[in-house]
């Protein structure tokens, strides 16, 4: 099947609109150049859009840019127009479709994901019943072989069984696509307005003939609102999504439809479909179609442009970023360079082609978000659903925060290679708190807080922000903010709503939180008890840093004791054979009946996995345990069934689960209990087993970057301590060499000459040169770049970095 035709641009060099494109998707700081040569493959070849779009990965292959505004990707079906193949639209082995969509999130976890708005579908044959009455999609959808599938950095190109393809490549904020069809049938392009993965309150389309463009919008919102554990509190809407599209040739026939009326030749519909699923949506819904006459010419160019602010921020940000004559190559291009220019910030050398593509597609997730939202003259709608603009020293307004997620991992990453990406994302969530009534949301998507999970990492997030020396945002306000957030009860605190999955309450039930020092099980408004001190307990540590680093040492001292808190819910006589994390009433007493196992007082997650959530006092950790022996003999069986073999893809409520956040920083805890070649073991085992490439080489959710960022970390052999803090634990790298290039601030550069799949081990480490006799590094080198030298070996050096006088905390 012929996949795409390039059309010609007309009145513009390839070489000239690439200049052009090149200068409009530049954001914020320009990137260091990319030196490409022969020798030097471009990043961006080595990265795979399909890897982690099976086995739950829940990634999308379509076309985005590096913390882009537009990802237009398909939205799959397997016969139920309210659902799709997987959270976030698209499923590898669903080879259906209904459309390609303008807006999505990587990684997210609840089934159908977020955003997933104005499925474009391209259809052969004529309109003769409204779409949204085809409730199981069998007729304006059409299915695909992977065969005529192929997706590139910026770019993504599919041919449909009915003969129809689409090729498809995007700016920050717009867009351009060519679809063929078929030049002896009917040629249709079907505007599903209504169509977003979670449902809509309302959508609307116009269609001007005369002027060939086709314009809307779309009412939604909702993200986990399906979901069953408190999801029906979130089917709300907080964000209008508007579109502007054009064409470069005329409509042969226009038509709309809401829910099952068809209305041939009319130009105008509105109407949603409500945020329930199944029986109780379809049929509902509104959108349009415009035909062309295939005969004589059977390619179609588009150019679209999208925005959260309004109808002509989305037609200023298609002009602005898309010159009128550049065509799908040149903007695909300018794109394959804007992520050369950002997955550039790691260089790295030797190991195989396998993992680069693993570690290059890894950073390529890490950097799909955070995700603008301001339009091209600096204008968004804030979470108060009012028009504000960024001021001269923010770049931008970034959303798509997946807190409980990404403070693990993503964002010290961020921090790390892009800080100020990092500064304007700082800057953007204390915006939306300041528009929020001083409350920092968990879970932020678009201009609308959701509440999802647990915890408070917006205070982890900042801290670390601040800590790993990003300065480009107000952090004195944010931190006074943050204060008041974990020191001052919030009504929501006392309520119920969205329990347990996605409760109001930032820091629920803070007074007798404050009082207790820990969150009790039956009184605190929350997912689990036992997991809320801890989340809190991370959150207060970071607090506590931050404000040491600012010099106010009195809330240094007060959230230095409140990090201690975990201790009140670690039950030393939990169990015979030693002391769990557990959850506990108001009155004092212990959950029962406990096992390990339970997941009572817990979010998604276990005893034996919360166990160890403790990144901020391992010492403590393992003194309560029964001392460092004890404890690593416990972490030990934490990762290994008793006949002694890996267990690490979850499944095992007892033991360690890469598939999810809570213990991904569970194999790095060897470090700080003197055994660190156990921490390059473990690590290199998750790498080689449970990480791969293909469509199911991520081992769960990606949670919005934070699984493929902690590949990155893994692979360079470098691990955050704990959030609010710049220290990094040192691991084994699998690159002979590589050189972190980070704008405004000095290279990091770690070499590794003897690296391969047999050193797994590390015999020796030099800093700058000088003998390095510790499993971690202080924040000097985060802040001011170094050269780490690891001399690796087949077997594990027992004495390298054991002195319990050096180890992390």
Same mark, same amino acid.
């Given at each position: 099947?012929?996949?795409? !035709?390039?059309?010609?641009?007309?009145?513009?060099?390839?070489?000239?609109?690439?200049?052009?494109?090149?200068?409009?998707?530049?954001?914020?700081?320009?990137?260091?150049?990319?030196?490409?040569?022969?020798?030097?493959?471009?990043?961006?070849?080595?990265?795979?859009?399909?890897?982690?779009?099976?086995?739950?990965?829940?990634?999308?292959?379509?076309?985005?840019?590096?913390?882009?505004?537009?990802?237009?990707?398909?939205?799959?079906?397997?016969?139920?127009?309210?659902?799709?193949?997987?959270?976030?639209?698209?499923?590898?082995?669903?080879?259906?479709?209904?459309?390609?969509?303008?807006?999505?999130?990587?990684?997210?976890?609840?089934?159908?994901?977020?955003?997933?708005?104005?499925?474009?579908?391209?259809?052969?044959?004529?309109? @003769?019943?409204?779409?949204?009455?085809?409730?199981?999609?069998?007729?304006?959808?059409?299915?695909?072989?992977?065969?005529?599938?192929?997706?590139?950095?910026?770019?993504?190109?599919?041919?449909?069984?009915?003969?129809?393809?689409?090729?498809? $490549?995007?700016?920050?904020?717009?867009?351009?696509?060519?679809?063929?069809?078929?030049?002896?049938?009917?040629?249709?392009?079907?505007?599903?307005?209504?169509?977003?993965?979670?449902?809509?309150?309302?959508?609307?389309?116009?269609?001007?003939?005369?002027?060939?463009?086709?314009?809307?919008?779309?009412?939604?919102?909702?993200?986990?609102?399906?979901?069953?554990?408190?999801?029906?509190?979130?089917?709300?809407?907080?964000?209008?999504?508007?579109?502007?599209?054009?064409?470069?040739?005329?409509?042969?026939?226009?038509?709309?439809?809401?829910?099952?009326?068809?209305?041939?030749?009319?130009?105008? $519909?509105?109407?949603?479909?409500?945020?329930?699923?199944?029986?109780?949506?379809?049929?509902?819904?509104?959108?349009?179609?415009?035909?062309?006459?295939?005969?004589?010419?059977?390619?179609?160019?588009?150019?679209?442009?999208?925005?959260?602010? =309004?109808?002509?921020?989305?037609?200023?940000?298609?002009?602005?970023?898309?010159?009128?004559?550049?065509?799908?190559?040149?903007?695909?291009?300018?794109?394959?360079?804007?992520?050369?220019?950002?997955?550039?910030?790691?260089?790295?050398?030797?190991? @195989?082609?396998?993992?680069?593509?693993?570690?290059?597609?890894?950073?390529?997730?890490?950097?799909?978000?955070?995700?603008?939202?301001?339009?091209?003259?600096?204008?968004?709608?804030?979470?108060?659903?009012?028009?504000?603009?960024?001021?001269?020293?923010?770049?931008?307004?970034?959303?798509?925060?997946?807190?409980?997620?990404?403070? !693990?991992?993503?964002?010290?990453?961020?921090?790390?290679?892009?800080?100020?990406?990092?500064?304007?994302?700082?800057?953007?969530?204390?915006?939306?708190?300041?528009?929020?009534?001083?409350?920092?949301?968990?879970?932020?998507?678009?201009?609308?807080?959701?509440?999802?999970?647990?915890?408070?990492?917006?205070?982890?997030?900042?801290?670390?922000?601040?800590?790993?020396?990003? !300065?480009?945002?107000?952090?004195?306000?944010?931190?006074?903010?943050?204060?008041?957030?974990?020191?001052?009860?919030?009504?929501?605190?006392?309520?119920?709503?969205?329990?347990?999955?996605?409760?109001?309450?930032?820091?629920?039930?803070?007074?007798?939180?404050?009082?207790?020092?820990?969150?009790?099980?039956?009184?605190?408004?929350?997912?689990?008890?036992?997991?809320?001190?801890?989340?809190?307990?991370?959150?207060?540590?970071?607090? $506590?840093?931050?404000?040491?680093?600012?010099?106010?040492?009195?809330?240094?001292?007060?959230?230095?004791?409140?990090?201690?808190?975990?201790?009140?819910?670690?039950?030393?006589?939990?169990?015979?054979?030693?002391?769990?994390?557990?959850?506990?009433?108001?009155?004092?007493?212990?959950?029962?009946?406990?096992?390990?196992?339970?997941?009572?007082?817990?979010?998604?997650?276990?005893?034996?996995?919360? @166990?160890?959530?403790?990144?901020?006092?391992?010492?403590?950790?393992?003194?309560?345990?029964?001392?460092?022996?004890?404890? $690593?003999?416990?972490?030990?069986?934490?990762?290994? !069934?008793?006949?002694?073999?890996?267990?690490?893809?979850?499944?095992?409520?007892?033991?360690?689960?890469?598939?999810?956040?809570?213990?991904?920083?569970?194999?790095?805890?060897?470090?700080?209990?003197?055994?660190?070649?156990?921490?390059?073991?473990?690590?290199?085992?998750?790498?080689?087993?449970?990480?791969?490439?293909?469509?199911?080489?991520?081992?769960?959710?990606?949670?919005?970057?934070?699984?493929?960022?902690?590949?990155?970390?893994?692979?360079?052999?470098?691990?955050?301590?704990?959030?609010?803090?710049?220290?990094?634990?040192?691991?084994?790298?699998?690159? @002979?060499?590589?050189?972190?290039?980070?704008?405004?601030? =000095?290279?990091?550069?770690?070499?590794?000459?003897?690296?391969?799949?047999?050193?797994?081990?590390?015999?020796?480490?030099?800093?700058?040169?000088?003998?390095?006799?510790?499993?971690?590094?202080?924040?000097?080198?985060?802040?001011?770049?170094?050269?780490?030298?690891?001399?690796?070996?087949?077997?594990?050096?027992?004495?390298?970095?054991?002195?319990?006088?050096?180890?992390?905390?």
């Amino acid at each position: 099947m012929r996949l795409h !035709r390039i059309r010609a641009s007309r009145g513009v060099t390839a070489r000239s609109a690439a200049a052009i494109l090149a200068t409009a998707l530049a954001i914020g700081t320009p990137a260091p150049a990319v030196a490409t040569s022969d020798a030097a493959p471009r990043p961006s070849t080595f990265v795979d859009p399909l890897l982690g779009s099976a086995n739950g990965g829940n990634t999308y292959p379509g076309a985005t840019l590096p913390f882009g505004m537009i990802a237009w990707s398909p939205t799959s079906t397997t016969g139920d127009q309210t659902s799709t193949g997987a959270a976030n639209g698209y499923q590898y082995d669903t080879t259906r479709i209904r459309g390609l969509s303008l807006t999505h999130v990587n990684g997210a976890g609840c089934n159908p994901g977020a955003a997933g708005d104005v499925p474009i579908m391209p259809f052969v044959g004529d309109v @003769t019943s409204s779409p949204s009455a085809d409730t199981k999609d069998a007729v304006y959808a059409a299915d695909f072989s992977h065969a005529d599938e192929k997706a590139t950095p910026g770019r993504y190109t599919l041919g449909l069984a009915s003969g129809a393809a689409a090729d498809l $490549a995007v700016s920050k904020r717009a867009g351009v696509a060519d679809f063929s069809f078929p030049g002896d049938r009917p040629a249709n392009l079907l505007f599903r307005v209504s169509n977003s993965l979670n449902g809509s309150e309302n959508a609307h389309i116009d269609i001007d003939a005369d002027r060939r463009k086709v314009t809307g919008w779309v009412h939604t919102g909702a993200f986990c609102g399906r979901r069953a554990n408190g999801g029906v509190n979130n089917r709300k809407s907080y964000y209008k999504l508007y579109f502007s599209a054009s064409f470069d040739r005329a409509f042969s026939s226009v038509g709309t439809w809401k829910d099952g009326t068809l209305s041939p030749g009319a130009t105008s $519909a509105s109407g949603g479909e409500g945020y329930a699923t199944g029986a109780d949506r379809a049929g509902r819904g509104s959108g349009g179609w415009v035909g062309f006459d295939p005969s004589a010419d059977n390619d179609v160019r588009m150019r679209i442009g999208i925005s959260y602010v =309004s109808l002509a921020g989305a037609e200023t940000n298609l002009r602005e970023e898309i010159p009128p004559q550049a065509g799908v190559a040149q903007v695909a291009e300018a794109g394959a360079r804007a992520w050369d220019r950002e997955l550039g910030t790691v260089r790295v050398e030797g190991s @195989t082609e396998a993992r680069r593509t693993a570690f290059y597609t890894a950073l390529y997730h890490s950097f799909m978000q955070p995700n603008l939202i301001s339009d091209t003259d600096g204008r968004y709608r804030g979470m108060d659903q009012a028009v504000h603009r960024v001021t001269s020293r923010q770049g931008a307004q970034y959303s798509n925060f997946s807190g409980w997620d990404q403070y !693990r991992a993503q964002i010290q990453l961020l921090a790390l290679l892009k800080p100020k990406v990092a500064g304007d994302f700082a800057q953007s969530l204390y915006n939306f708190a300041r528009q929020n009534g001083g409350v920092w949301d968990r879970w932020v998507h678009i201009s609308g807080a959701t509440h999802v999970m647990t915890g408070d990492p917006s205070a982890a997030t900042l801290a670390t922000f601040y800590a790993m020396g990003v !300065r480009d945002f107000d952090y004195e306000g944010a931190f006074d903010s943050l204060v008041r957030q974990a020191t001052v009860p919030h009504p929501d605190g006392l309520s119920d709503a969205g329990c347990p999955g996605q409760c109001v309450g930032q820091r629920p039930n803070l007074a007798q939180y404050l009082d207790s020092h820990y969150a009790a099980q039956d009184v605190c408004h929350c997912w689990g008890g036992a997991a809320e001190t801890l989340e809190d307990a991370v959150a207060d540590s970071a607090l $506590a840093d931050w404000a040491r680093l600012l010099g106010r040492d009195a809330q240094a001292r007060a959230f230095g004791e409140r990090a201690t808190s975990w201790r009140n819910v670690f039950n030393p006589d939990a169990t015979t054979d030693g002391g769990y994390i557990q959850a506990r009433d108001l009155d004092g007493s212990w959950r029962t009946p406990f096992t390990p196992s339970t997941d009572v007082g817990f979010a998604q997650g276990t005893s034996a996995t919360y @166990t160890w959530m403790v990144p901020q006092d391992v010492r403590g950790l393992a003194e309560a345990m029964g001392g460092r022996d004890v404890a $690593a003999s416990r972490l030990d069986g934490f990762f290994h !069934r008793p006949d002694g073999s890996w267990s690490l893809r979850g499944g095992d409520p007892l033991r360690y689960d890469a598939t999810n956040e809570p213990g991904i920083h569970a194999p790095w805890l060897y470090n700080a209990l003197g055994r660190p070649w156990k921490t390059q073991e473990t690590v290199r085992q998750i790498l080689d087993t449970v990480y791969g490439t293909g469509p199911s080489g991520l081992p769960g959710n990606d949670d919005l970057g934070t699984m493929s960022a902690w590949y990155v970390f893994a692979a360079l052999g470098l691990y955050p301590q704990t959030p609010g803090s710049a220290n990094l634990l040192l691991g084994a790298p699998v690159f @002979t060499k590589a050189v972190l290039d980070r704008a405004g601030a =000095s290279d990091i550069t770690i070499k590794a000459p003897a690296a391969d799949a047999t050193h797994l081990y590390v015999d020796a480490v030099r800093l700058d040169g000088r003998a390095h006799d510790a499993s971690w590094t202080g924040p000097r080198l985060t802040l001011l770049g170094g050269t780490l030298t690891f001399r690796l070996a087949q077997q594990p050096n027992t004495r390298w970095a054991s002195d319990p006088a050096g180890l992390p905390k």
